[in-house]
């Protein structure tokens, strides 16, 4: 198991991280996508943690919070210390009917963290991130409530999930202004078959040194090739989340299909290591509900991709163009060569 940093900190992660979103029952749309009991939970931890991982995330919503309860109980029941794991949850999606059930005020924010600490059963979350965007309340009273409770040791670090990439740039410089605890890391949707994020948000991370935390590598299971040939089972017969692009996917899979093979390994695995050798990525989370599966996207941490399999991956899965992207590309490829290079190039550039 490799370990990277987290953001500009000295504390060191997994590169993979067991996720936690299966674990407890949860209702509605997201059913299908939990229900690990008590017992399997315990072994897939233990198994976990023998792999290497030290790296667990929760929230505060899965599972109406049975996620850090059970998490909790298996470091417990296990004989786990505390200072070798770090948690990691979250705040911010509602967790009742109130209007202040949910958001990025201090108010939710302190009941939100008292509740989290109580359920997991620690004295302290070492990375609490925000969930989502929050246009309710000013970014200077969720920074500054954060960082009393960095300053209270109720919280290590403090990450952000799902903004804009402007959104998170905006927070940091307010941060810096007013000297409060920075964000460190941004969780976000990140796959093969879903790369978005290049646009915008892994260029600021980058800029802004945040690490990044990948959730659902696998596309909801889209990139173990399970739902080819008109399969409809699983838990993407119930909720679309993440959601594929089918006609990119069908390029992509059987490239996938063919690296896989050539490593005698599995298309899961082929697909997390290719995440693995993305810079920006800190640290992967796996969502498992049995140890097999878990031992299966373990193999990921072995496999290294060769410079023509990663392009042919690229190239597969590449997203379409977007303004000003393809602009930058244009403009900036004659500074890019020299900056690289030391020579200059007779590319004019763009108009």
């Known amino acids: 198991m490799r370990y990277n940093l987290l953001g500009r900190t000295g504390l060191f992660v997994s590169e993979l991280c067991l996720g936690t979103m299966t674990f407890g029952h949860a209702g509605g749309r997201y059913a299908a996508a939990s229900g690990v009991e008590q017992d399997e939970v315990d072994a897939i931890v233990r198994a976990a943690c023998d792999a290497g991982i030290n790296f667990i995330d929760m929230a505060n919503v899965y599972a ?181 692009d089918e006609a990119r996917g069908a390029q992509l899979l059987p490239v996938l299909d063919a690296i896989a093979a050539a490593h005698g390994s599995s298309m899961e695995a082929v697909a997390l290591a290719w995440l693995r050798h993305q810079p920006v990525v800190t640290s992967i989370t796996l969502g498992v509900k049995t140890r097999d599966q878990l031992q299966a996207n373990l193999a990921a941490a072995d496999i290294t991709l060769h410079r023509d399999e990663l392009e042919r991956l690229n190239a597969a899965g590449a997203p379409a163009p977007e303004y000003p992207g393809w602009m930058l590309v244009n403009s900036s490829a004659a500074r890019i060569a020299l900056r690289d290079t030391g020579r200059l190039t007779t590319e004019a550039g763009a108009a």
């Open 64 to 244: 109406n919070g049975q996620s850090e309860t059970m998490v909790g109980s298996a470091l417990k029941t296990l004989g786990i210390a505390r200072h070798d794991m770090i948690l990691a949850t979250k705040f911010e999606h509602a967790t009742g009917a109130g209007p202040n059930d949910s958001g990025g005020s201090r108010v939710h924010i302190m009941d939100a963290v008292k509740a989290s600490l109580r359920r997991i059963g620690t004295d302290h979350i070492d990375l609490y991130q925000m969930h989502g965007f929050d246009p309710a309340t000013p970014i200077d009273e969720t920074l500054r409530a954060l960082d009393d409770l960095v300053r209270q040791g109720h919280v290590r670090y403090i990450g952000v999930s799902n903004w804009a990439a402007w959104q998170v740039s905006r927070a940091l410089g307010v941060a810096d202004r007013l000297q409060l605890s920075r964000f460190q890391s941004y969780q976000s949707y990140y796959s093969l078959v879903g790369r978005d994020a290049e646009r915008d948000i892994i260029p600021m991370l980058a800029a802004e040194g945040l690490g990044m935390l990948v959730y659902s590598p696998l596309a909801g299971g889209y990139l173990t090739g399970k739902y080819r040939d008109g399969n409809t089972g699983g838990r993407r017969a119930s909720v679309q989340f993440p959601p594929v």
